[in-house]
């Protein structure tokens, strides 16, 4: 019985042995595997640059701050000048100034109105016995023409008299409407312009009519002679009335 204990025991002491190597080989097993690695986490992106291609600064509004500014000071600029004339001999020096101060001041007005005459009405008659005519620039020269012409036979009429007590309404009266005939009416007319196109309207054009392919210039001739005829019908009656009344 004593030799069944033994045995027992010495059972016991193998097993527990056995065991004890097992769990040594686990754990040196499990130290030399790899150990996975932490996530990682991505790198943050650089913080954002302003790019070399970026759309320019909006400077419209400076620009036209700028400009009203510069407007504004030229026109104070001619007002300053005029008012330091003093009222001499028609024809003078100082009427000759005061002139050029008024069409100084005028000469904007008639040049914007000759451009938006041709954008409104050029290339808008494309038949009859005006076709392919630049309305815009001949209602322009007409205007001018007509507007030059009265003003001319108000000066040669002399309507306005002596309309100040010192003599001087007269002059300034003059003076400012000839200073409007020189700048709004020679902005507003064209002869440049109306050449260029006489001798662009002149140049034969393909044409599906015409025999050899191209079409005559007919049509300079009829502008510029129909231009010439228009401009005595207006500006005889607008300067004669002066001589007639």
């Known amino acids: 019985h004593s030799g069944d204990g033994d045995r027992s025991l010495d059972e016991l002491v193998s097993e527990r042995l056995e065991r004890a190597r097992s769990s040594r ?18 790198p943050s992106p650089p913080p954002a640059t302003a790019s070399s291609g970026a759309a320019p600064a909006n400077n419209g509004p400076l620009y036209r701050w700028l400009a009203v500014a510069l407007l504004v000071g030229t026109y104070a600029a001619i007002a300053a000048s005029a008012a330091t004339i003093e009222p001499k001999d028609v024809d003078g020096d100082s009427f000759r100034d005061f002139k050029l101060c008024v069409g100084i001041a005028t000469a904007p007005f008639g040049a914007l109105l ?31 023409s007509g507007l030059l012409a009265a003003l001319a036979g108000l000066c040669e009429y002399d309507v306005f008299g002596e309309v100040a007590a010192d003599g001087n309404g007269a002059w300034y009266a003059e003076a400012t409407l000839k200073g409007v005939g ?5 902005c507003l007319s064209t002869v440049s312009t109306w050449i260029n196109e006489v001798n662009t309207l002149l140049s034969p054009r393909p044409s599906a009519e015409a025999a050899a392919g191209y079409g005559c210039g007919c049509a300079g001739v009829t502008y510029a002679l129909g231009s010439v005829a228009l401009g005595l019908a207006v500006g ?10």
Request: charged letters at 10%.
């Open 25 to 42: 080989n686990a754990s040196r097993t499990s130290s030399g595997a790899a150990t996975p690695a932490p996530p990682s986490t991505p």
């Open 114 to 144: 000759r451009w938006k005459l041709g954008k409104l009405l050029n290339g808008k008659c494309t038949g009859g016995p005006c076709a392919r005519w630049p309305l815009g620039t001949l209602t322009a020269n007409l205007l001018a």
């Open 236 to 245: 005889v009656p607008a300067f004669g009335w002066s001589e007639w009344a």
């Open 182 to 186: 020189l700048g709004f009416c020679g």
